[in-house]
């Protein structure tokens, strides 16, 4: 990422304007498939398109959730949506409306998510991922418009940090009531030779935000744990059968809340 920034700016300086769009798509494309643990990514800085929520919780009755979306920077964009499923692999039953749209600068808009089919389990929720592109204009219209408003630099910036922002999307039957943070007490960990495996009895997907054993960092390949299964990782190097585990979930409204285990 650290490379393409420079390749921005260095472009930026030499006028290469072509060559910034495309590098641009292709990180684009790299992000709209890494997104596994990027819940997080919605709330963006000032300088650019943020979402309203780092989740969103479908009922399965609901007939449509909102979404506010905001552009914080100098330049329009435009903004395009859509739902994967859990893999990311392919489309989910749902659409978003409007799909593309342009967003100018300093505005807000929402975008609206309707479920049109699918056969989710009614005892726990289903993921899937809402993904919303920003789209940069072209060099040329976005300097256009940054020096009649006495902002050029300003829209260089924006046109650099153009990314994906996939969050969850949460599917919740009739029957599965509450918040995940309420809950959490009832996942369980234990230590298995070189593996510690996190156990979800509940029906909620279970966010994690930071996990610790004995105060190193726990590598968790997905930032969650599904309902009603288990989960395995290494352990950090160094902790032995015995170890205190302190985890963050993340409930619905994006609070989070540290829990502590002893493992014996």
């Known amino acids: 990422m650290m490379i393409i920034i420079l390749f921005v700016i260095r472009c930026v300086i030499t006028g290469c304007r072509s060559e910034i769009v495309n590098k641009l798509r292709i990180v684009s494309i790299v992000s709209g498939i890494l997104i596994s643990g990027m819940s997080c990514m919605a709330l963006a800085d ?78 726990r929720e289903s993921l899937n991922w809402l993904c919303v592109q920003s789209i940069p204009p072209e060099p040329d219209a976005a300097w256009d418009e940054g020096k009649k408003e006495g902002g050029g630099a300003k829209a260089s910036v924006s046109v650099q940090l153009s990314l994906n922002s996939c969050i969850k999307l949460l599917v919740r039957p009739d029957a599965v009531h509450g918040n995940p943070v309420d809950v959490a007490d009832k996942v369980s960990w234990t230590i298995k030779g070189k593996d510690i495996t996190a156990s979800n009895p509940t029906p909620f997907y279970m966010n994690v935000s930071r996990a610790t054993v004995n105060g190193r960092k726990l590598n968790m390949e997905r930032s969650y744990i599904p309902p009603f299964s288990d989960e395995k990782y290494l352990l950090p190097e160094g902790v032995m059968a015995k170890a205190t585990i302190q985890w963050t979930v993340v409930g619905d409204y994006g609070e989070q809340k540290e829990k502590t285990v002893m493992v014996n």
Do not use: C, Q
């Open 46 to 123: 000032d300088s650019g398109v943020s979402l309203g929520a780092t989740r969103v919780i479908y009922p399965s009755d609901s007939k449509g959730v909102t979404l506010s979306v905001d552009n914080k920077a100098g330049n329009p964009f435009l903004i395009k949506s859509v739902v994967l499923d859990e893999s990311t692999k392919k489309a989910a039953p749902f659409v978003v409306t409007p799909p593309l749209f342009r967003l100018d600068g300093g505005r807000r808009n929402a975008i609206k998510i309707t479920r049109t089919g699918g056969d989710y389990p009614a005892d």
